[in-house]
């Protein structure tokens, strides 16, 4: 059975295309990938993600708590901050990504995580096992609607419909805020690269607001330019190139381990892995041809396959195919080329940095 | 608006259309095929002079969202293919069955019963 998000009328009426993703029916696209694609990265688009998982978390000393469950240093964060971060099993592979909104408060404190939807239920499990007692765990999802407006005019367009300052409102931030006069909550987070929002409100504010910034100029995007959008931040989807199988060490999130905290689930493999060295990366690759390196193709050097394409898109910010995937450590600098086999033939790539585009500031 | 599915062509499951002319065939990928694409990038069609069979692939269609193999309901010679698709797929989804057909084959072997009429069609489509 298929799961609808409190918006999906709204998105049938406004013409979507509609596909499945993780148990949901979602927007594929509305007027093609590539047009939506560039109202993001031009102007605004609008994406129902109200088929994320959120868990409301509540107790005393909430962030002591979370500390042994993620690799993460959570003590700096201030009420109103978030930060991304991964669960790991106790081989350090990744469980899922998400990103942890503190909300703060004093006994006791709330938190917000949102997490991938095919994760869900596997991430509720895990944490009722290994949450410490006092932390109570609400699964909220498509409870309301969950809305990302992303693009380098999401706050110009969104600014009228809010009764917070956007200005004050830095990168990973959040709050609660009054949209169109009714109750709701913002972060200043997103998955494209871009400047933007998610705002957390009710089915029936968020079908307003879509149509209030649609209004103002915004696209209604779908699923495909989330992941043209995605990939060309080279961010990391889970299922594709992050999996229990990769540690945050191969997938390029180094970042997100702090060795100066104290202990949490899957740092002795981390730590392992880390001194007996890494064997394979996630490099962004980039091919001048037309033909996309997908999930799955061999990456392969002197004739041996070597590795695996974990996503891949033709990049229309670019004009060229862009895609990840997992090489030798050796094979990983930026310049390295390797080949990829789309379909028996082999087609020269290269390791690019990350990521592949990056926003004007 | 549904698409169209002109008559005079038949069609197989995997949405290609072949158009018969004498012993001449026009292949191309159907309204539907172009549709669930969306925005093609990218077509790679045989050499005129090849050889295309039956039941097998002649080339791929690929837009940003999938990639998909071409299959041929006809065994024969290439005797043109379509050079303004392949550098501009974008004329393939605007006109599928005009500008954006995709090859010519001389044919030597066909069987009707491989493929679809426009209403059998329709029906797959629709259920």
Redesign the interface.
């Known amino acids: 059975m298929t799961r609808r998000t409190p918006l999906h009328d709204l998105m049938l009426h406004l013409g979507a295309r509609m596909t499945k993703f993780a148990g949901w029916e979602l927007p594929l696209s509305f007027h093609g990938i590539l047009q939506e694609h560039q109202a993001v990265r031009t102007g605004g688009g609008l994406f129902d993600i109200s088929h994320m998982g959120r868990f409301e978390l509540v107790g005393v000393g909430l962030i002591d708590k979370l500390q042994p469950l993620v690799p993460t240093d959570l003590s700096r964060l201030q009420p109103g901050q978030a930060q991304y971060t991964v669960l790991l099993n106790p081989e350090g592979g990744i469980l899922d990504d998400l990103i942890f909104y503190y909300q703060g408060g004093e006994d006791p404190a709330r938190g917000l995580m949102i997490v991938n939807a095919g994760r869900t239920a596997a991430d509720e499990a895990w944490l009722q096992t290994n949450l410490p007692p006092g932390v109570r765990l609400e699964n909220t999802t498509s409870k309301q609607a969950l809305i990302a407006f992303q693009g380098p005019r999401a706050a110009l367009w969104l600014q009228p419909l809010v009764d917070l300052d956007l200005e004050k409102l830095p990168g990973f931030s959040h709050s609660p805020v009054r949209v169109l006069g009714q109750p709701g909550w913002l972060a200043r987070t997103g998955y494209t690269g871009e400047d933007g929002f998610e705002l957390l409100v009710s089915p029936q504010t968020g079908e307003h607001l879509w149509r209030a910034l649609q209004g103002a100029g915004a696209a209604a995007c779908g699923l495909g330019a989330r992941d043209t959008l995605r990939l060309e931040a080279a961010l990391g989807l889970y299922g594709l190139d992050l999996d229990e199988s990769t540690t945050p060490l191969e997938a390029g999130l180094s970042w997100l381990v702090d060795w100066s905290k104290g202990e949490f689930i899957g740092r002795e493999a981390l730590s392992a892995q880390k001194h007996s060295g890494l064997h394979r990366r996630l490099v962004g690759l980039t091919t001048p041809g037309r033909h996309i390196p997908r999930h799955g193709y061999p990456l392969v050097y002197q004739g041996q396959k070597v590795g695996e394409v974990t996503s891949g898109t033709l990049a229309p910010s670019l004009g060229h195919p862009i895609a990840l995937g997992y090489v030798p450590r050796a094979l990983s600098s930026p310049g390295q080329t390797l080949g990829v086999e789309i379909r028996g033939q082999t087609w020269e790539v290269t390791v690019a940095k990350r990521p592949f585009y990056r926003r004007s500031q | 608006m549904s698409p169209e599915y002109p008559e005079h062509l038949r069609y197989l499951d995997s949405h290609e259309y072949c158009g018969l002319e004498g012993s001449i065939a026009t292949l191309g990928i159907t309204a539907y095929a172009v549709?669930e694409l969306?925005?093609i990038?990218?077509v790679e069609l045989p050499a005129v002079g090849s050889r295309v069979t039956r039941g097998q692939t002649f080339g791929?269609v690929?837009s940003?969202?999938a990639?998909e193999d071409l299959n041929s309901p006809v065994t024969g010679l290439v005797t043109e293919r379509n050079q303004p698709v392949v550098d501009a797929p974008e004329v393939l989804a605007a006109d599928p069955y005009g500008q954006g057909w995709l090859i010519r084959v001389q044919v030597e072997e066909y069987d009707p019963a491989d493929t679809l009429s426009a209403s059998e069609y329709r029906q797959r489509l629709e259920g």
Do not use: N
Request: aromatic share 10%; hydrophobic share 40%.
């Open positions: 549709e969306g925005d990038v990218f791929t690929e940003v969202k990639v």
